[in-house]
């Protein structure tokens, strides 16, 4: 009873989508019939309207005396006895022609009309049904001109069987092409339903089946399918970060909690509580600055400031970054040089290009052998422009160059820092189309920027 009930909305939906896809092809064909029929008698109308238009032009341009002649040959060539030709004097008596006597029409009109006529010429007829001109010719007298409509009604009534015989199979087809699309049309909603109810539910590896040769529905599930894998993605990396802060923020919250418990047992006087709070800040100050660079590396992988990129001189940005660790470089005794030749401007955000540059300087000046050289050097080269900064020591072992990428890994312990300076370059990198390079032998790590388009 319950699977039927669940099944009664399927049913439902099939038949809302299959009557509205049923009645639209209906509506259709009605609409080809109706305007089918109306030109077969609009063409019918404007064949006979030319036709009388152009015996009145004729007899207007004959002369009088050679009208009866002409009259007489036109209704001899007439082999199907449909036409009516009959000239009038002015008073309206028959002057020649196959009709006895003048309908009731308006003489000089500018189009045709249906009328009765009584014909002299068709034998066992009295009186006939026909689309009729009477106009006024040079002289005085009035030219009768027009057509039975007993084989235009024949045609008519014909093209009326052909249309019904072909309009009855063409309503049936299109009641069941409407149902069978509209059941095709409700399957596939449903099958999004139920997908995207899963989805709701955590089953986020859910995907809608996508046929080898899609059609307009299937192209639609494969966009819904790359919009959900991005989706599924992006959940990922903020489960990521949560988990990352949490794995890393554990071990110090621990230590700090034990420092101020261990110094609040043990201080004695107001100057120890002090050091106590100050040490206390300290470490929330490093865990602080943590959450805050994993959170700018989560902005950055979003892609979401590339809507403020801008031409960026390049060498002025490098020159910027030498300056800003010179003083940090002479306070560890290293000698930086700085080699910076003019570039082609590069597309990008200024303030974060300095910031990659910077962690690169951050990074050869602390692990860098103690009283060495860094060198900074920007050139131009045919696939663009290469930022390279190198120390004297070792650089970074290959088998560990795909990790140092990665939040919070830290190939050497000895040194302060939360493993997250190379990550927010290559995040930085990856916004920018860059390209984060190490050299095969020695410490340069280089950012490759590709040409500039136009």
């Not at 009959?86 to 009109?109: E, H, T």
């Not at 039975?148 to 092409?177: K, N, Q, S």
Request: aromatic share 4%.
């Amino acid at each position: 009873m319950s699977s039927m009930f669940r099944a009664d909305p399927r049913r439902r939906a099939t038949l809302r989508w299959g009557g509205a896809i049923a009645g639209l092809l209906v509506v259709q064909s009605l609409v080809a019939a109706a305007i089918f029929w109306a030109l077969v008698n609009a063409s019918h109308a404007r064949e006979v309207e030319a036709a009388v238009a152009a015996d009145c032009r004729f007899f207007a341009a004959t002369p009088p005396a050679e009208r009866r002649e002409e009259l007489r040959e036109m209704l001899a060539r007439d082999i199907h006895r449909d036409r009516f030709l009959a000239l009038f004097d002015a008073r309206g008596a028959l002057i020649d022609g196959n009709v006895a006597r003048l309908p009731a029409l308006p003489p000089g009109g500018e189009a045709s009309a249906i009328a009765t006529v009584a014909p002299t010429q068709l034998p066992g007829k009295s009186s006939d049904v026909a689309r009729l001109r009477l106009c006024t010719l040079p002289g005085g007298e009035r030219l009768l001109t027009g057509f039975d409509l007993d084989d235009a009604e024949d045609a008519l009534r014909i093209a009326e069987r052909a249309l019904l015989l072909g309009l009855l199979p063409g309503l049936a087809l299109a009641i069941g092409v409407g149902l069978v699309a509209g059941r095709r049309a409700a399957r596939q909603v449903d099958t999004v339903r139920q997908v995207t109810a899963r989805i709701v539910a955590g089953a986020l590896d859910e995907r809608l089946p996508v046929p080898q040769r899609p059609d307009s529905f299937g192209l639609l599930a494969a966009h819904i399918n790359a919009m959900l894998d991005r989706l599924q993605s992006l959940v990922a990396d903020v489960r990521g970060v949560g988990d990352d802060i949490a794995h890393q923020l554990r071990t110090p919250l621990t230590r700090l909690r034990a420092r101020i418990e261990r110094g609040m047992g043990e201080a004695r006087d107001a100057a120890a509580f002090e050091a106590v709070a100050e040490a206390a800040l300290v470490e929330i100050d490093q865990l602080l600055g943590i959450v805050a660079a994993l959170l700018r590396v989560r902005e950055l992988e979003d892609h979401a400031r590339r809507s403020r990129f801008a031409p960026v001189d390049l060498a002025r940005v490098a020159a910027d970054a030498c300056e800003l660790y010179r003083p940090t470089a002479e306070d560890r005794g290293v000698d930086l040089d700085c080699a910076i030749a003019a570039v082609d401007p590069v597309e990008g955000d200024a303030s974060l290009l300095i910031e990659a540059i910077a962690n690169l300087l951050d990074n050869a000046i602390k692990f860098g052998p103690p009283g060495g050289r860094v060198t900074l050097s920007l050139r131009q080269v045919a696939d663009g422009v290469v930022v390279t900064v190198a120390d004297e020591g070792a650089g970074v072992p290959v088998a560990e160059r795909a990790l140092v990428t990665q939040r919070f890994y830290r190939g050497r312990h000895d040194c302060d820092g939360a493993g997250l300076g190379l990550s927010l370059v290559r995040a930085i990198a990856d916004l920018h189309g860059f390209t984060l390079r190490f050299a095969d032998r020695g410490s340069a790590v280089s950012l490759v920027a590709p040409p500039r388009r136009s």
